[in-house]
């Protein structure tokens, strides 16, 4: 009878200009405590899950029964308990760590031996894009691009950066911040998104931040489209930039939004705009570097 935890990191897609493509992991986790057993369980055990009162319809379950069914398995019967200090609908990457805690229980359970770029098109086959996934398999800050249906991906050394999200108390749905973009641009706004896009990320990977922050809020491919179902959008990117943050963008689809800052300042930064907007959960995060995580030593886990 296995026993094993998974734990998958949050994660902010976007990065700005990075639209669908770029992302980063953070330091908050969704944790699943599996042990096999003779029917299915599953327990939420956090706040911001709610009671699971059918296996059947837990969607970490049907992600797990579906990769499964892509090799001819059967899940295991087992009991799972579910942790996470990750908030849903905030932009923060819940979907993606859920949907790659399903990956990887599949994967444990029927001993499929997936190698990690079956596990990222698995999740971006789920998900419909890579950028929180691709961070929340692999840590640190990933770029991807689907090239001839094929995931292409490159990690790269998470910068001397501290980031701040400043979250929201409402939620917004990712298919309502996509409904609001354009099905197309003209050549000229994507040559000039694109150009943002490359040279932020040039900015970023020679450590020019200050240039990164300002291409970051330079974006043409989502941000313009999505200010107005921001709460704050404006008077959020104003004030962190008074505090000396980069730059400010709209963390995945939102509502959360989150500033890049030099590394160290993310506390007085963090201490400022609570200040500014006291109804937001303002919290300093760090760039997780483990991405998802699988350990089978948990015997004296009291969850399980
Ligand atoms: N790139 C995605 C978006 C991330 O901005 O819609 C959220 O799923």
């Known amino acids: 009878m296995k026993q094993f935890r998974i734990t998958v990191p949050a994660s902010s897609a976007n990065m700005g200009p990075g639209f669908d493509s770029i992302g980063l992991a953070l330091n908050r986790r969704l944790t699943l405590f599996v042990k096999e057993q003779g029917n299915w369980e599953i327990k939420n055990n956090s706040e911001f899950l709610s009671p699971v009162t059918n296996y059947e319809d837990n969607f970490i379950y049907q992600i797990a029964k579906q990769t499964a069914e892509r090799h001819r398995k059967i899940l295991p019967e087992c009991k799972i308990t579910v942790d996470s200090d990750i908030p849903l609908a905030r ?5 993606a760590s859920a949907v790659m805690a399903g ?21 971006t086959d789920y998900e419909g894009h890579p950028d929180n996934v691709a961070p929340a398999l692999f840590g640190g800050i990933v770029i991807t691009a689907i090239s001839n249906n094929e995931i292409e991906y490159v ?28 099905d197309s641009l003209s050549r000229k706004s994507a040559a000039a998104a694109s150009a943002t896009s490359n040279l932020m990320l040039a900015s970023l990977l020679t450590g020019n931040y200050r240039l990164a922050g300002t291409m970051m809020e330079c974006d043409l491919f989502h941000e313009p489209y999505r200010a107005e179902l921001i709460p704050n959008y404006q008077s959020i990117k104003r004030e962190a930039k008074k505090a000396e943050a980069y730059g400010t963008v709209i963390s995945g689809a ?20 609570s200040s500014k907007f006291p109804d937001y959960e303002v919290a300093t995060l760090n760039i997780d570097q483990d991405g998802l995580q699988v350990d089978q030593q948990v015997h004296s886990i009291k969850s399980l």
Do not use: H, W
């Open 103 to 123: 990956v990887e229980l599949a994967n444990q359970l029927c001993n499929l031996a997936l190698t990690n770029e079956q596990k990222l098109q698995y999740g």
């Open 254 to 273: 939102g509502p959360t939004m989150i500033s890049f800052i030099a590394k160290g300042l993310g506390e007085r930064l963090a201490k400022y705009m």
């Open 155 to 182: 990690q790269i050394p998470a910068p001397g950066l501290d980031v701040v999200a400043y979250i929201p108390s409402v939620e917004l749905k990712t298919e309502t911040a996509r409904r609001v973009l354009p």
């Open 91 to 95: 932009g923060l990457g819940s979907s």
